[in-house]
């Protein structure tokens, strides 16, 4: 899967109106990493640096963060339907986009959409606990509510306030789209990989534990609930990080760890790098289509993922009642 990475941004680089080969990209990336220099023109050079590297890149960590964000929750909520978006995250980050755009602080958007995710995750908690005890179905049917909610109040903000061109952008965004992503939000998506995505990886021994139930787990030593709450607010903050570059971009978190489980099993310990890097590449492969399938139009990319992802995840669901 690492081979097929690196081939995967390469060979997508290389695709697109512009006619530009394998070699081209090497010998592009090498110059600005200081080994050589690059006998492209400045036009040639700037095409595959400034415009398709930086959301190569961008699509990879942001496919790679929400796998991993789906596979961590799917284990420590024990509940196969869940990914990255199931707590409102998705509907809190679209509102607080929504809102900037339409205010006209499109510049703030990135950072609207990572508060919005945060804000509807604490209102998730909050609603969670004040019913009475945090347990795991609580925590989901209180994401679902603020999820509604959140929702609602997007297209009331859409349906009195959007006008002219905005109603595009916001399309744009709420479908998912890396079109425009530039080095600094592409650095922000790896940025958020290494940092929180990095120690996620490390908690397998726990997410194995949690399979067997809390009180399992609690006997093998895991703290239950500083353990669920340490990590769903990671997975948060990793999320708020990525939809903040791409948008809301669906079935990627609840489609690959499946995949990659009935192939390598449930173990953690290999489930979480392999769904990050199928992850990474299928979102490349996804924006690829997106961006060249119907040239010169460009398809947001979440259309895409979700016509790939919903019937994969059919056959995915045929396949296990099979086994089982």
Not at 86 to 92: A, D, T, V
Not at 151 to 167: E, R
């Amino acid at each position: 899967m690492i081979v097929a990475l690196a081939l995967s941004i390469v060979v997508s680089v290389t695709l697109g109106p512009a006619q530009i080969s394998a070699s081209e990209v090497w010998g592009s990336i090498l110059s600005h990493l200081g080994i050589g220099e690059s006998s492209l023109t400045t036009l040639r050079d700037g095409i595959i640096w400034q415009l398709r590297m930086p959301r190569v890149l961008a699509a990879a960590a942001v496919g790679a963060g929400l796998a991993i964000c789906g596979a961590i929750m799917q284990a420590v909520l024990r509940n196969p339907l869940a990914d990255p978006y199931l707590l409102g995250l998705s509907s809190g980050a679209s509102f607080g986009a929504v809102l900037v755009i339409v205010l006209g602080f499109s510049i703030a958007l990135p950072l609207a959409a990572f508060g919005g995710a945060l804000g509807a995750l604490a209102l998730t908690l909050v609603m969670a606990g004040a019913i009475g005890r945090m347990t795991a179905s609580r925590t989901i049917l209180a994401g679902v509510a603020v999820s509604a909610a959140l929702g609602a109040l997007t297209s009331l903000v859409i349906f009195w306030s959007a006008t002219g061109d905005t109603y595009r952008e916001i399309l744009g965004w709420l479908l998912g789209s890396l079109a425009g992503v530039t080095w600094p939000m592409a650095i922000l998506a790896l940025v958020a990989i290494v940092v929180v995505g990095g120690p996620l990886m490390l908690s397998a021994g726990a997410l194995d534990a949690f399979a067997f139930g809390d009180r399992a787990a609690a006997s093998l030593g895991v703290s239950v609930e500083r353990t669920r709450w340490i990590l769903l607010g990671a997975t948060a903050l990793l999320t708020g990080c990525l939809v903040a570059v791409s948008g809301s971009i669906g079935f990627i978190g609840l489609v690959v760890p499946h995949a990659v489980r009935l192939i390598v099993g449930a173990r953690h310990r290999v489930l979480l790098p392999l769904s990050a890097l199928t992850g990474a590449v299928v979102l490349i492969w996804a924006d690829t289509l997106a961006r060249t399938i119907f040239d010169p139009r460009e398809l947001p990319v979440g259309v895409v993922t979700a016509l790939i992802g919903a019937p994969l995840f059919g056959l995915l669901l045929l396949r296990t009642r099979r086994i089982s």
